[in-house]
Nanobody, 126 residues
Framework: QVQLVESGGGLVQAGGSLRLSCATS????????MGWFRQAPEKEREFVAA????????YYAESVKGRFTISRDNAKNTVYLQMNSLKVEDTAVYYC???????????????????WGQGTQVTVSS
């Protein structure tokens, strides 16, 4: 069993930055591919970013490419999402997700992930 706990959300002005963290426990992070998703009110959950188990492969939604960076510290069992140049439309609850994987792969759909955190709210004001 894997537990995921997100933190780092908050209120920020447009153009600002936030760094989200996802602390994992239960199994080594190095065995897991990780992803970040978000869900705005009355919208479906959408993919944001993904990282392979080593961090050597990353993948981003077009809407955040060049502004967000996913990274991980396997020794600390923590995954990060650095969010720069935030826009009002980035406002959402952000979730991290995990799945065990043998190979170096990234996954961009919610159905491909097994474990989910409880989410952290990010609000970007104009």
């Amino acid at each position: 069993q894997v537990q995921l706990v997100e933190s780092g959300g908050g209120l920020v002005q447009a153009g600002g930055s936030l760094r989200l963290s996802c602390a994992t426990s239960g199994r080594p992070l190095s065995l897991q591919a990780m992803g970040w998703f978000r869900q705005a009110p009355e919208k479906e959950r959408e993919f944001v970013a993904a990282s392979s188990r080593s961090g050597g492969l990353t993948y981003y939604a077009e809407s955040v490419k060049g502004r967000f960076t996913i990274s991980r510290d396997n020794a600390k069992n923590t995954v990060y999402l650095q969010m720069n140049s935030l826009k009002v439309e980035d406002t959402a609850v952000y979730y991290c997700a995990a799945r065990f994987v043998i190979t170096e792969k990234v996954f961009s759909t919610a159905a491909e992930y097994t474990y989910w955190g409880q989410g952290t709210q990010v609000t970007v004001s104009s």
